[in-house]
């Protein structure tokens, strides 16, 4: 049974930082897209982050919302079967509740396609 946990949200202050983790169990990351989507209360989902395996066995290969490029980074551990989530100058609009799910195969960024999802981790970004 797949599971993803998420933690690290919290409150900061705008341009702080905070390093979220998705702990995956239940399937090897090797072959897995792990995406990051978050939703503000009233708005949409919308999708923040991705990092999958390269077909060549090289470095994986990460995409990024237009949102959020040059502030976020997407990594892994597979020695922890974990994802993480490093976010760097943050700004009010990026409050909301993160979630990380997974589905086999290439990063997208369309939330239908996505199997397990975890139950989400709030960020609080203040002025």
């Known amino acids: 049974q797949v599971q993803l946990v998420e933690s690290g949200g919290g409150s900061v202050q705008a341009g702080g930082s905070l390093k979220l983790s998705c702990a995956a169990s239940?399937?090897?990351?090797?072959?897995?897209?792990i995406a990051w989507f978050r939703q503000a209360p009233g708005k949409e989902r919308e999708a923040v982050s991705c990092?999958?395996?390269?077909?060549?066995?090289?470095?994986?290969?990460?995409d990024y919302a237009k949102s959020v490029e040059g502030r976020f980074t997407v990594s892994r551990d597979l020695s922890k079967n974990t994802v993480y989530l490093q976010m760097n100058s943050l700004k009010l609009e990026d409050t909301g509740l993160y979630y990380c799910?997974?589905?086999?195969?290439?990063?997208?960024?369309?939330?239908?396609?996505?199997?397990?999802w975890g139950q989400g981790t709030q960020v609080t970004v203040s002025s």
């Open positions: 990092i999958t395996s390269s077909i060549s066995g090289g470095d994986p290969i990460t």
């Open positions: 799910a997974e589905r086999g195969g290439y990063c997208t960024f369309d939330f239908g396609l996505y199997g397990s």
């Open positions: 239940g399937l090897t990351l090797d072959y897995y897209a």
